[in-house]
Nanobody
């Protein structure tokens, strides 16, 4: 059984910062890409950032220069440091991890329950 637990969401003022964390636990052989997507009310979900196990990161244009993704492979944890927050960043943020549960299994994508971020102007 794989569990993904996010934390760190909440309320911030425009220009402020928040840090999201996401820890994967359970039956894990290896984790590949980990990342964050977000879904704002009335909008389609958007890839925010993802990072490989080697530390190669990609960002949505809308967050480049403001958000930083990082991971601690020993802790199976990915972080999203969000700075210079804008009201447009208001959304539910979901963490995902692409992982193999055993040596013989294929990579599957697992998702957390989401953490809400609200940015006030």
């Amino acid at each position: 059984q794989v569990q993904i637990v996010e934390s760190g969401g909440g309320l911030a003022q425009a220009g402020g910062s928040l840090r999201l964390s996401c820890t994967t636990s359970g039956s894990i052989f290896t984790i590949g890409v980990m990342g964050w997507i977000r879904r704002a009310p009335g909008k389609q979900r958007e890839l925010v950032a993802n990072i490989t196990s080697f530390g190669s990161a990609k960002y949505a244009d809308s967050v480049k220069g403001r958000f930083t993704i990082s991971r601690d492979n020993a802790k199976n944890t990915v972080y999203l440091e969000m700075n210079s927050l804008q009201p447009g960043d208001t959304a539910v943020y979901y963490c995902h991890a692409d992982l193999k549960e055993t040596y013989y299994s294929t990579y599957q994508e697992f998702w957390g329950q989401g953490t809400s971020v609200t940015v006030s102007s």
